[in-house]
């Protein structure tokens, strides 16, 4: 019997891929992973043939009992979020390592013949990003290495010891550089959101009268691509079936660059306010690199395909999923509200 397994199954991306795998694979045992309680997951799964777990996967046996008759191992689990979080904890960032580090081994010796790990676009030479011309990122830039400190390391670390579980065992290994994805059912609050979200809940807030102005962390000119759910999902999917893409890391991300003013633009847009948002700019806040995009001539030449969500059509559902949300809350979303870690 196949039993397929997603660790960090609580979270976002994770959610999101339970519940793809679950209906494409019908017969098959999908065991979602998390160490959350179930309340606090994304999107629980209520297909009949999923399997949820609260397991701390940082702990060996812990990813033994995940991975137990496994045929692949999807892993998204991470303690990661948005730049304040990222900047503001980098040890526990770091530690995501332990993740990585003990679910390969137990993937292995379950005779898994699938691994899929979750990178990111913070593993690429941040003297490549601090140019405000700086031309997107293809996969070779992440060396010589000069990743982001904490998250991005331990992205690359993690990288190369899946690369040496393929070539050394044999295990089959994938990896996908994530490049800012977003969409429904993501963090919108709490410090962990990325900027999408985070724009889209403080526009939210003045609409609302919790707030008078949107505070932009920096000057409001850097710049990013941002993702769709529904195509890092394809994408995931897409990059396992490719036996050219084994050991092999690729982008797998937006090439549509745009600034955070400009996203608040196309929020504002679908918000349709009474009048402008006014503008905080908070330039003492952490902002990362100064422009940051996929190059995805590698995925488009291997896969014949590449995310092509433009940020517009994306950011409409978002807004829309996170205004229900904050409508239900009833409030901004307390004391983390302006989008500081906790």
């Not at 526990?92 to 993740?99: D, E, P, Q, S, W």
Request: proline residues 7%.
């Amino acid at each position: 019997m196949h039993t397929i397994v997603i660790a960090g199954a609580g979270g976002f991306i994770g959610g999101a891929l339970v519940h793809t795998l679950a209906r494409l694979h019908p017969d098959t045992t999908i065991r979602a992973v998390d160490k959350k309680p179930l309340p606090e997951w994304h999107r629980l799964p209520h297909l009949p043939n999923t399997e949820c777990l609260c397991l701390d996967l940082a702990q060996p046996d812990a990813c033994h009992i995940a991975t137990r008759n496994a045929t692949e191992v999807y892993n998204l689990a991470a303690d990661m979020g948005g730049m304040g979080y990222i900047s503001n904890y980098r040890i526990a960032c770091m530690r995501n390592v332990l993740i990585n580090t003990n679910l390969i081994e137990a993937a292995y010796r379950a005779g898994a013949s699938t691994y899929f790990f979750a990178s990111s676009a913070c593993v690429y030479n941040t003297a490549l990003q601090a140019d405000p011309n700086a031309v997107a990122l293809k996969e070779s830039d992440a060396y010589p290495a000069l990743a982001e400190r904490g998250y991005g390391w331990e992205k690359l670390y993690a990288e190369m010891l899946c690369q040496e579980y393929y070539h050394e065992r044999g295990l089959r290994t994938y990896i996908a550089r994530f490049h800012n994805i977003y969409g429904p059912y993501g963090t919108w609050r709490g410090g962990r959101e990325k900027a999408p979200a985070a724009l889209c809940r403080k526009a939210l807030a003045v609409l609302h009268g919790d707030a008078d102005h949107v505070p932009i962390w920096g000057d409001g000119t850097q710049e990013r691509s941002y993702t769709y759910i529904d195509d890092c999902i394809t994408g995931i999917l897409k990059i396992v079936a490719c036996p050219a893409l084994i050991a092999t890391p690729v982008n797998l991300g937006s090439d549509e660059l745009i600034s955070v003013n400009g996203l608040l633009d196309i929020i504002e847009a679908i918000a349709q306010p009474p009048q402008p948002f006014a503008r905080r700019y908070e330039p003492a806040q952490p902002t990362g690199v100064q422009r940051r995009n996929s190059d995805n001539t590698f995925i488009r030449a291997t896969l014949d395909w590449a995310p092509g969500a433009p940020i517009a059509e994306g950011l409409s559902p978002t807004y829309t999923w996170i205004a229900k949300q904050y409508n239900q809350a009833g409030q901004a979303g307390g004391p983390n509200a302006d989008g500081n870690p906790p």
